[in-house]
């Protein structure tokens, strides 16, 4: 079993939807979740951090995690072309220090 | 946020050459890099931390006399790919951890990355 997972898309979604990623993991233990999003050809650039239950909000962004359940997903809302990207899933395992483990990204494709 | 530069963007060289590439902190002191490695249409795969002033810690399966990482200041990293083969084109990518500020947690700020293609 993967460490972090998610499902590789690509998703399509019209814009102005929203647009819903979900990523699993793991290590019960882990602490910290970040959402990053990478452009074809280009670095990661971090969106979003969560480290608590419940959602957290920024902008046009959500992040959601549920602890019980190992899972955290990033909601946009108004998606917009530019949001077109693979967006990174992230997770510090319990005792992992400082290294984060990623999963393989889900491709979205945001469609005029 | 916080700006990491890498240094060369891309490089192309001959199978057996050696290639050196930079990450550097421009605002701010990292005491922790990461190097990664993606190839196409995959994940980020770490290859080492690097710690400011001691030796590097490599991941699993990651040649530590092929991938050579020196990390001599609190803002500069590198990264040496030495006698390059065509298997070791990749993106390469850098982060730099910065100590939890008033966000309260440990951020990684990723370089833009550089792409190696060996002939």
């Known amino acids: 079993q993967k460490e972090v997972e998610q499902n590789s898309g690509p998703l399509s979604v019209p814009e102005g939807a929203i647009a819903s990623l979900n990523c699993t993991y793991s290590?019960?233990?882990?602490?910290?979740f970040f959402w990053y999003r990478q452009y074809s050809g280009k670095s990661p650039e971090l969106i979003m951090f969560?480290?608590?239950?419940g959602d957290k909000e920024d902008g046009r962004f959500t992040a959601q995690l549920n602890k019980a359940s190992q899972y955290v997903s990033l909601l946009i809302r108004d998606s917009q072309p530019s949001d077109s990207a693979t967006y990174l899933c992230?997770?510090?395992?319990?005792?992992?220090?400082?290294?984060?483990?990623f999963g393989t990204g889900t491709q979205l494709k945001v469609e005029l | 946020g916080a700006v990491v530069s890498q240094h060369p963007s891309w490089v192309i060289c001959k199978s057996g050459t050696s290639v050196k590439i930079e990450c550097r902190s421009l605002d701010f002191q990292a005491t922790t890099m990461f190097w990664y490695r993606q190839f196409p249409k995959q994940s980020l795969m770490l290859m080492a931390t690097s710690n400011e002033g001691s030796k590097a810690t490599y991941e699993q399966g990651v040649e530590k006399d092929k991938f050579l990482i020196n990390h001599a200041s609190l803002t500069l990293s590198t990264l040496t790919v030495t006698s390059a083969h065509p298997e070791d084109s990749s993106f390469y990518i850098c982060?730099?951890?910065?100590?939890?500020?008033?966000?309260?947690?440990?951020?990684?700020?990723f370089g833009p990355g550089t792409r190696l293609t060996v002939l």
């Open positions: 969560i480290y608590s239950n």
């Open positions: 992230a997770v510090l395992p319990q005792g992992g220090g400082n290294k984060l483990t």
């Open positions: 290590d019960r233990g882990s602490q910290s």
């Open positions: 982060s730099a951890r910065r100590l939890a500020g008033l966000r309260g947690y440990n951020e990684q700020f």
